[in-house]
């Protein structure tokens, strides 16, 4: 079964700083690969996915994330974070072993707090 | 947009009753997961169904749990007899890849 590491499970920093959350994933085959967030007493919502195609994907509220095969990294990125922003991250990896892309496996989360 | 409507959004019942969480999943999506989320363990799938069959529910205790689909637009999640261990975030999601989320059941058992 595939897995992931997240490897911080906390990250302080400062408004409209730059910021980067890790995402390690195992695999010896090709992936998907997603990243979610979770707002305070709220479900999760999807950030961004990597499908096929470019190595960098944009999602949305300007976080983006690049797909690096040979690191088998999956590191997500914002250039200038706002008060909003904080949340819980957390990385998605498919279980392909038995039920094709479907079912995800979810990294232990990465707890982004903004200081103003 | 559309979305996963869970409900209820909050339930506090005593141990050993039974509880039934229900979801109305996006219509025309055709994979339905129900995941766990406590502080301990993180995110757990309990189980999973495309075209409301059961494709895999070993995340879920046996003897005490359920999840069904009774019809395409809503799956439910059983719980008899509920256990204090059962407190968690209960979530139900929709689609594939990448499934959307609904805003979750807490559950409570005291």
């Known amino acids: 079964a595939q897995s992931v590491t997240q490897l911080d499970s906390q990250v302080p920093v400062f408004e409209e700083a730059p910021v980067e959350l890790r995402c390690n994933y195992s695999?010896?085959?090709?992936?998907?690969l997603f990243w979610y967030v979770q707002y305070p007493n709220q479900g999760l919502q999807l950030l961004l996915k990597?499908?096929?195609?470019?190595?960098l994907v944009k999602g949305i509220n300007g976080f983006e994330a690049e797909f690096n095969k040979s690191q088998t990294s999956f590191h997500l990125r914002k250039p200038s974070v706002h008060i909003s922003d904080t949340a819980e991250y957390f990385c998605a990896v498919p279980d392909i072993s038995n039920f094709g892309n479907e079912k995800l496996t979810f990294g232990t989360g990465t707890r982004l707090t903004i200081i103003p | 947009d559309a979305r996963v409507t869970q409900t209820p959004r909050h339930k506090v019942t005593e141990m050993g009753q039974e509880v039934t969480m229900r979801c109305q999943p996006i219509?025309?999506?055709?994979?339905v997961f129900w995941y766990r989320q406590t502080m301990m363990q993180g995110l757990e799938l309990l189980a999973y169904f495309r075209n409301r069959a059961p494709l895999d529910d070993s995340g879920m205790p046996k003897d005490r749990f359920s999840a069904e689909m009774p019809d395409a637009t809503l799956a439910t999640l059983k719980i008899q007899p509920s256990e204090p261990r059962d407190s968690a975030v209960y979530f139900c999601a929709s689609g594939s890849p990448g499934p959307t989320f609904g805003s979750g059941t807490r559950l409570t058992v005291v």
């Open positions: 219509l025309g999506h055709n994979t």
């Open positions: 695999s010896s085959v090709s992936v998907y």
């Open positions: 990597y499908l096929s195609g470019s190595t």
